[in-house]
């Protein structure tokens, strides 16, 4: 008698180039962030289209190799995310919601034309609905004003006449 657990494993493994016996997460916690998860799921999510272009240029051990590489990356991306989304939350000034709904609507704009229908089928590919888009788009756009604000604080140019070299306190 089959257990339908094993065939959804044997059938994620063939589809992955796993070779039978070797065993592969189907899902799992991939990491902890100030008590969020971040799964196995969400980094998959991640490095879906660089997996296939590493399968093209890769084979062997070396494939393996450089598909550790782009999971480990993936995962401290994914981590290094968590920590500014928390920090955001953390701090006392807010972005106004004007101004983040304004870059989600600015995303969307340039991404698709302003063509809602257009935007809407891209998500339906990718099966997210518009919700869940805009709250994705929302948290990219306060990852990466907050990144901007912390190198715009840590970076300082030096005077001209002097070496011309960036100085990073």
Request: charged share 30%; proline share 2%.
């Amino acid at each position: 008698i089959l257990q339908p657990g094993l065939v959804i494993m044997s059938v994620l493994a063939a589809l992955h180039g796993v070779s039978a016996g070797e065993k592969v997460a189907v899902d799992g916690v991939a990491a902890e962030v100030n008590n969020s998860f971040i799964t196995i799921g969400d980094v998959r999510g991640l490095i879906q289209s660089s997996q296939k272009q590493l399968a093209t240029r890769y084979s062997g051990d070396e494939l393996k190799s450089q598909m550790h590489k782009l999971f480990t990356n993936a995962v401290n991306t994914l981590m290094e995310r968590r920590l500014i989304l928390d920090a955001y939350e953390k701090q006392e000034n807010k972005f106004p919601d004007t101004y983040l709904e304004g870059r989600v609507d600015e995303i969307a704009q340039d991404m698709f034309s302003g063509d809602k229908v257009d935007l809407r089928a891209a998500l339906a590919r990718e099966k997210l609905n518009y919700d869940e888009w805009r709250k994705e788009m929302k948290e990219h756009v306060i990852v990466s004003t907050m990144r901007r604000m912390n190198v715009e604080q840590n970076l300082s140019l030096s005077r001209p006449g002097r070496s011309g070299r960036l100085m990073i306190r």
